[in-house]
């Protein structure tokens, strides 16, 4: 099995071990950190078991599910979450998602995050396409993914079932040729 680490100025990437249940618990469990989420908050409980799938992930081959834990570079405290799956049919794209820690927010964070999400998928995964969906109302997401150079593709309707009920999805993509000019 072939860990991930991947740092980048401010922040670095890491695969989630059994250690980090409680402070992705803070992000996962948080009304304002899920606010935009398809999922309510997530009990300490749902959240130890994501983090068994991430585990289990990390060991299969091919490898199709990265569940990261994002680092703050300049102590070794969990910030956030972030994810890269790859679906079996298509090896060449990769779906991201990500949440931070509402203390957090408002830093550029998202930014940096989406930067090194896409370093990965390109530079180490050796991906063609990364794309990733938000909410409509999810106006930091879609700054942070414009900013890192991704492109807004357009709106899938009721593409999610939320405990609000359907919802939209804005995708945005990045493509590595395009990616590697910037």
Request: net charge negative.
């Amino acid at each position: 099995m072939r860990r991930v680490v991947c740092k980048g100025e401010r922040l670095g990437l890491r695969d989630v071990t059994e250690a980090d249940v409680d402070a992705l618990h803070t992000i996962y469990g948080s009304p304002a950190a899920t606010q935009y989420a398809p999922f309510a908050p997530r009990d300490r409980h749902e959240v130890s078991g994501l983090v068994d799938e991430a585990v289990s992930a990390a060991a299969a081959e091919p490898r199709l599910l990265y569940v990261l834990a994002v680092i703050d570079a300049e102590r070794p405290d969990v910030i956030g979450v972030a994810r890269l799956r790859i679906e079996a049919d298509l090896p060449h794209s990769g779906e991201i998602g990500f949440g931070l820690r509402p203390d957090q927010w408002g830093r550029g964070i998202g930014t940096d995050l989406v930067r090194l999400l896409l370093s990965f998928g390109f530079k180490q995964l050796g991906l063609h396409r990364i794309w990733g969906a938000r909410s409509p109302a999810n106006l930091p997401a879609q700054l942070a993914m414009l900013t890192a150079g991704m492109v807004e593709e357009g709106r899938i309707r009721h593409h999610l079932h939320t405990p609000q009920g359907w919802r939209d999805s804005i995708v945005h993509s990045a493509v590595e040729d395009e990616w590697t000019q910037r």
